[in-house]
């Protein structure tokens, strides 16, 4: 059930009962007010009569019944006075204010005479007066209050000798008075209904007094408490919830705006928590990725360099033995001749062959390096000095940018050279025409490298060119033997793999970066030799 939905049931049930009461103290207070003004008004229709029975007697002793009329006639313009009437003991009227109805007899039976003689014969002095008033309708449907007043005999009537005496005749009659009860009535209604329409006011505005407050003090912290809990289940915990008293809803509150904190703070500490997860899963992921392919490069390597061993050492021989004859015949063979022209052709080629083969014998030996500190900015220097001619020739600017504070490394002079080298001479050919290569030196403070614990200062160098690119989908197998996307003649794919296998025995790491006809850049990172403190305070280099 909604706050809004009990508000207004509340306030239902509080109104029908409201309601229900006031109906019921209305009717009482109307049955009240009926009473005590009929009762007043039959204690003034009493004393008319009794004033009436006074000077009916009076007129009778002076024998002059022309008061008794006039008295009759002055108390029946009262206003709401319908019939006063004297009757004698027999029925017969003997006066009244309507002088039509004088000597006339009223039946015992009719309703004015029904109360008292219903049943056995009974003296009308002796019923209690609640007997002697009644209320009756006429046929017209008014409504009419009577009263009758005992006329008793007394002795000064009976000395008159118009009357036996008391003890024979105690009773001579009595008097009649009918008062209209419509103004009574009119006067009643409204009375009823003012009070309805009072009550119709009082229970409403005891119903919206009480909806308000039932709004202000229920709903609205009902409403604060459940917009706090739909936000909570959410996941929002930033808007805490309006603390509107010291109630017991405010308490409620202010303990839920806590628990917000307490849960927001939980909830923080688990997102990041789960995050710091996620980098260490995806870091771990991608380094067995990583030693993956190392070990299945570095097994395929093997392979390769195994085959190019066996294969070098059975060609060697016979390509020594061809070159010796080739050259001893060109020897023998005249200068400028055709057949001179085609030894030299078998010399030079022959000679490719053998330097293919020292490459490969290079590169299935896997010669250690023989590590010494170096100065990285030096040997770029060195290597940009020894290809920049060639490269100048073809209209390529090569720009060294060395960062002055780079720190020296342990390594192998000669292969970094060796690195280079290919690095210069895969951009420069890479290049159609006027280009760029450019060589950059950088120190990183912290870099993990691959199969290293933690991070570590790493020294960069990076070889840039604005030559071609290298496709998205060669750039798995730059590194692999044998593997070249040059023409035949310009190249036999082992450049990169010697490289990648130098690199690797340094305990570094090379990377790639390519855009088709934007250029392709080669990352070099290799661990730096930094100064540490020896226990005994002599100084050493780490790397």
Known sequence: MSPKSLQFKVSLYLALVLGAAMTLLIVLLVRQERGEQLRTMVRHMSQLSQVIERSTRYAMLLDEPEIVDKIIEDIGKQEGIRRVRVLRKNGTIAHSNAPGEVGLHIDKDAEHCSQCHEGAKKVLGDEPHAIKWRIFETPDRHQLLGNMEVIRNEPSCAGAGCHASPARQPVLGVVDITYSLDEFNRTLTDHVWKMVIFSIGFVL??????????????YRPLKDLARGAERIAAGDFDQPIPVRGEDEFGQLAESTNTMMVAVKKSHQELQDWVETLEEKVRERTEE???????????????????????????????????????????????????????LDLVIRETRRCASIIRRLLDFARDKPPEKTEVDLNEIARETVRFVERSAALQQVEIALEADPALPPVHADGDLLKQVLMNMLVNAQQAIAGPGRITVRTHLHAARRLPLRSAPEPVVEIAISDTGCGIPREHLQRIFDPFYTTKEVGKGTGLGLSVSYGIVKAHGGQIEVESTVGAGTTFRIYLPAALPVQHPHGTPETTA
């Open 288 to 342: 067995l990725r990583h030693a993956e392919a190392e070990v299945a490069r570095g097994e395929k390597l093997a392979s390769i360099g195994q085959l190019a061993a066996g294969i070098a050492h059975e060609l060697n021989n016979p390509l020594t033995g061809v070159l010796t004859f080739t050259s001893l015949m060109r020897q023998k063979a005249p200068a400028g001749s055709q057949d001179a022209e085609d």
């Open 205 to 218: 505005l005891v119903a919206i007094s009480a909806g308000w407050l039932l709004r202000r003090l229920i």
